[in-house]
């Protein structure tokens, strides 16, 4: 049976759980300025001496906001892609699709564009720049680990790229120009190209691409 010190902590750690969830919604929101005392207290349901009791401005409520949103979604993405436990092998476009479409199916367009609004909005965000800096780099590291579990090396090089991709998915999702399904498959072959090149190497890429611009010239030339 719980005493009566262990039940009052977890009612703290809920209450602590309900102002970081409300400040994430108004943050999504308005941004910075929709982050008030009074509005997080009302958003969470609790009484208006909520946040300043559990923090000392508003500004630590907001970064302890962002962190914990920022590790349950890294968190969320990583239980999706189920890639530690998926035998190298088996890991194919098509399996990479499955992946992606599963991701997609949790985490629909909407989800997308929340996310896409709070990194805008923390980007712009001169104090919390820093904060949107370090959200990034530890997404580039989430895809380096996943590279590293594929067996690619040199992960971290093909990081930023692939986590441009992703985002660069992530708002054509909101136009609807592309079904779901072909969202998934168009990422999973960019990103099946992205990592090829990048195990070529860009020597080789290089000389790819100026013997092909060499043969395009001769047949001008020869037309």
Do not use: C, K, N
């Not at 508003?58 to 998926?86: C, F, K, P, T």
């Not at 199916?105 to 609004?117: C, M, Q, Y």
């Not at 800096?133 to 090089?157: H, K, M, N, Q």
Request: charged share 25%; glycine share 6%.
């Amino acid at each position: 049976m719980a005493t009566r010190a262990q039940l009052s902590q977890e009612r703290s750690r809920q209450r602590r759980e309900l102002l970081l969830a409300a400040a994430i919604e108004l943050f999504a929101e308005g941004g910075s300025r929709a982050v008030t005392h009074r509005a997080v207290a009302a958003a969470a349901g609790l009484p208006p001496a909520s946040t300043t009791y559990y923090f000392e401005s508003i500004e630590e409520l907001l970064r302890a906001a962002l962190a914990d949103h920022v590790a349950r979604w890294r968190h969320e993405l990583d239980q999706l892609s189920g890639l530690e436990s998926m035998p190298r092998a088996h890991i194919s476009v098509d399996e990479a699709t499955t992946v992606i479409g599963q991701v997609f199916a949790a985490r629909g367009p909407d989800v997308a564009a929340r996310e896409l609004s709070i990194l805008l909005a923390v980007a712009r965000d001169d104090a919390l720049r820093d904060e949107a800096r370090a959200t990034l780099e530890g997404f580039e590291e989430l895809a380096a680990r996943w590279l590293a579990i594929l067996g690619v090396p040199d992960g971290e090089r093909v990081a930023p790229t692939m986590l441009a991709l992703v985002a660069g998915t992530a708002l054509r999702r909101q136009s609807g120009q592309y079904s779901e399904q072909e969202e998934a498959r168009m990422l999973s072959e960019g990103l099946r190209d992205l990592v090829g090149a990048h195990l070529q190497g860009r020597e080789a890429i290089d000389q790819v691409i100026e013997s092909t611009i060499a043969a395009a010239t001769e047949r001008d030339a020869g037309a």
